[in-house]
């Protein structure tokens, strides 16, 4: 079969369920093959990116609503995850340090290097 319609075959599958994987086992094709076409064939790479995006958003909104439906059930699991992802003041440290910018990390390292040494200073010299 030609390259056009295994390729076209693997997207459509791919666009079923984002796992490049399993759209190949589906298309009887090899991880290899794709990424051997990705990389000498841009427009393929990018119809392959733009179907894993538009996929992995359907499914992202599958896997919400299926979290919601715990949430309104009152898991407690369910909302405690949720909290923590999607408001700040429910977040670990990590989290805020993670979805900080880089000018705001690096203000917040030097802020706690600047009282870390204000400290040792104090306890040094009481």
């Not at 295994?6 to 759209?23: I, Y």
């Not at 919400?64 to 408001?87: A, P, T």
Request: hydrophobic share 35%; proline share 2%; charged share 35%.
């Amino acid at each position: 079969m030609k390259k056009h319609k295994l390729a076209e075959r693997f997207l459509n599958e791919l666009e079923k369920v984002p796992l490049v994987e399993m759209a190949c086992k589906n298309v009887g094709i090899t991880r290899q093959t794709v990424y051997r076409w990705k990389k000498e064939d841009g427009e393929f790479a990018r119809k392959m990116d733009d179907t894993l995006y538009l996929a992995r958003g359907i499914i992202n909104d599958l896997g919400e609503s299926q979290l919601i439906k715990l949430m309104k059930s009152g898991d407690f699991k369910s909302i405690k995850f949720w909290m923590e992802h999607n408001s700040e003041r429910y977040a670990s440290p990590k989290w805020r340090m993670e979805h900080m910018t880089g000018t705001e990390q690096g203000a917040g390292l030097a802020e706690f290097i600047k009282a870390a040494l204000e400290r040792k200073k104090h306890n040094l010299n009481p």
